[in-house]
């Protein structure tokens, strides 16, 4: 039967086991997780009990820029001790090259990239089998990944000074990258979207609708003791500067807090003489 990626993910969180012995007990237990465990455990792997619920809270981010555009991915692991060695930044080195030469897709989980073939010509699992079972022998897995490529545009990668946040931001137009305004504006933006976590979308239009109607639940709860003609406008501006918190071009800009990045955007493509539009952004966090 087919196994979802993340189920092998998650088993092998709980167990610390390579990432083919938790797929094949996933298959023999019927992709139930918890029968997969306990058959696991039958079978004798004492890794489970000895690495159940150590938590991987350590790790670090890779980045490539190639011609194209840049990738980033997460490597995760218990202790900063590991994602300093050798073995590990060897791997991770290796990882977003083969990451970037051949994303499954333009951003998600670690977990679908088990399969993913690298330059020695073994897949991401054979490598994290081997790192976890005889090299590193510490819990380690793949965090979120972002790969974007583009044809007219500059993708800039900010990597933040402790290693462990990345952040691609494309920006669209013609020739950008050839502006060393439009180069800086890359870095800011990156910076800006590194301290705040809390991001959902580029703009407002993008954000999920449930999600916002939930946070409007919440203002309208709060307001409660509130004389009543005044409680919807209230939860309405306390709902406002939310949605300013979560949307990246709404925010006020990191360096001018007077500005919003969108109307730094507008200042820095009238000096650099050139259209600027920002498309997308990822941003990749190892622990952080």
């Known amino acids: 039967m087919a196994i979802d990626a993340k189920l092998v993910a998650e088993l092998r969180r709980r167990t610390g086991l390579p990432m083919m012995k938790c797929k094949q007990a996933l298959v023999d237990g019927g992709g139930d997780v918890e029968k997969a465990e306990e058959r696991l455990r039958k079978e004798g792997h004492k890794t489970i009990d000895k ?23 997460a490597v ?16 991770g080195e290796m990882l977003v090259k083969g990451l970037y030469a051949d994303a499954p897709a333009e951003r ?64 669209s137009g013609e020739t950008l990258g050839e502006h060393e305004p439009v180069r800086t504006l890359g870095n800011e933006l990156g910076m800006q979207i590194a301290f705040h976590a809390q991001l959902r979308a580029l703009v407002g239009d993008e954000l999920d609708a449930e999600w916002v109607g939930k946070e409007r639940e919440i203002y309208l709860a709060q307001v409660q003791d509130m004389p ?54 990822a941003r990749i966090a190892a622990g952080a």
């Open 228 to 281: 009543e003609e005044r409680r919807e406008k209230i939860a309405e501006g306390k709902l406002a500067k939310r949605l300013k918190e979560v949307v990246l071009l709404d925010q006020p800009f990191i360096k001018n807090e007077k500005e919003s990045v969108k109307q730094h955007v507008a200042a820095v493509a009238k000096e650099a003489g050139t259209a600027i539009e920002v498309r997308r952004f």
């Open 51 to 73: 690495l159940k619920g150590r938590e991987m809270k350590e790790g670090l981010v890779f980045t490539h820029a190639g011609d194209e555009g840049v990738a980033a991915v």
């Open 108 to 171: 998600g989980d670690g977990a679908s990239l088990a399969s993913l073939g690298l330059a020695d010509g073994r897949t991401v699992a054979e490598h994290l089998d081997e790192l976890v079972g005889s090299k590193v022998r510490e819990n380690m897995m793949l965090g979120s990944f972002a790969c974007f490529k583009t044809g007219q545009g500059y993708v800039a990668n900010y990597v933040h000074h402790n290693g462990r946040i990345a952040c691609l931001v494309e920006l």
């Open 76 to 91: 995760l692991c218990e202790t900063d001790f590991v994602a300093r060695s050798g073995d590990f930044t060897a791997f």
